[in-house]
């Protein structure tokens, strides 16, 4: 059984540009989370997606965005990137049902801003 | 607010010997709180949790916790050390003004196990 993947592992990309990240959930999970983690830090939460839609948002402005897909799989997307968005990407995923069940988290994204 | 403190940014500890990674919380109402780890370039694992019941929660690689309502605490211990065991160890609580599952994370303490 396949835990929570992501991918790429990592990624560079220089100021101004846009990145899409990608997360597959563990198998029987519908509800997936993004966390940002900087570099010393404890990961942020960034927000939730269930049946398609964000269901919570954490303190992240509108360049931080998402999908969800019928297959459960999500997508963060990130605009404008700044410098400050260095950071380790973490996907989490959870079942619905339950919800104060463990999150199990994927290896992250390790994205790098020039 | 809620929040999570982890007093500690590092934790040195002899192989062997026992070992606690504290943590602090404060929310309100009743907490729900949970132990992750961090090894180098991995995502976080999953150690153990406290919903309700026993104070004492025995979670993964012999780790438990102890959950303190009067000094709200929720400490982490391990009877003996493995060197195996020096990684990133994380406090959260989950937000209870949420539905979502949302977890408050701490900074995070680095345990160090020499041998």
């Known amino acids: 059984d396949a835990g929570v993947t992501q991918s790429p592992t990592h990624l560079i990309k220089t100021r101004g540009q846009q990145v899409t990240l990608r997360c597959s959930p563990k198998?029987?999970?519908?509800?997936v989370s993004w966390y940002q983690q900087a570099l010393g830090q404890g990961p942020q939460f960034i927000f939730q997606?269930?049946?398609?839609?964000?269901?919570q948002r954490g303190n992240f402005p509108d360049r931080f965005s998402g999908h969800q897909f019928p297959n459960y799989s999500s997508e963060l997307n990130v605009n404008a990137l700044l410098l400050g968005d260095s950071a380790l990407y973490l996907c989490?995923?959870?079942?619905?049902?339950?919800?104060?069940?463990?999150?199990?988290f994927g290896p992250g994204t390790r994205l790098t801003v020039l | 607010a809620q929040s999570v403190a982890q007093p500690e940014d590092q934790v040195n500890v002899a192989e062997g010997n026992p070992l606690t990674v504290k943590c602090t919380y404060s929310?309100?109402?009743?907490?729900?709180l949970f132990w992750y780890v961090q090894y180098p370039n991995r995502g976080l694992q999953f150690l153990l949790k406290?919903?309700?019941?026993?104070?004492l929660v025995k979670g993964s690689y012999g780790f438990e916790a102890e959950f303190n309502k009067s000094q709200t605490s929720f400490h982490l211990k391990k009877p003996s050390a493995l060197v195996s065991d020096s990684a990133l160890y994380f406090c959260?609580?989950?937000?209870?003004?949420?539905?979502?599952?949302?977890?408050?994370f701490g900074q995070g303490t680095t345990l160090q196990v020499k041998p």
């Open positions: 989490a995923s959870s079942p619905q049902r339950g919800w104060d069940n463990e999150q199990f």
């Open positions: 198998s029987g999970h519908d509800t």
């Open positions: 997606y269930y049946e398609e839609e964000e269901r």
């Open positions: 929310v309100s109402g009743n907490p729900y």
């Open positions: 406290y919903i309700t019941g026993d104070n």
């Open positions: 959260a609580v989950r937000d209870v003004g949420s539905n979502t599952g949302k977890l408050i």
